[in-house]
Nanobody
């Protein structure tokens, strides 16, 4: 079955970096558009970045210039490189994969990242 598993979260100091990974299984990964979202406690889930099946990338204004989304189709994995992190409440980062044909997305279980001194 379709499955996405995120990893790479943790505690980092302001100004630091984290790289999140999302490994896919049960799919033809190259046929999927991949998105990253983040959700803080008690808040809505916000879109962060997208990489299309053809490799085009898009970012929320709040992370543009600091975050980089990329994919390795040979490893069935999408990454989110987060740089110059700002102090914030702990948030869970989710990846979501959407096949270009059916457009029915699937969520991963999330990985938590905390930016704090």
């Amino acid at each position: 079955q379709v499955q996405f598993v995120e990893s790479g979260g943790g505690l980092v100091q302001p100004g630091g970096s984290l790289r999140l990974s999302c490994a896919a299984s049960g799919i033809i990964f190259s046929d999927y558009v991949m998105d990253w979202y983040r959700q803080a406690p008690g808040k809505q889930r916000d879109w962060v970045a997208r990489i299309t099946d053809s490799g085009s990338t898009y970012y929320a204004d709040s992370v543009k210039g600091r975050f980089i989304i990329s994919r390795d189709n040979a490893k069935n994995t999408v990454y989110l490189q987060m740089n110059s992190l700002k102090p914030d409440a702990p948030a869970v980062y989710f990846c979501r994969g959407t096949p270009t044909v059916t457009r029915q997305g699937t969520w991963g279980q999330g990985t938590q990242a905390t930016v704090s001194s």
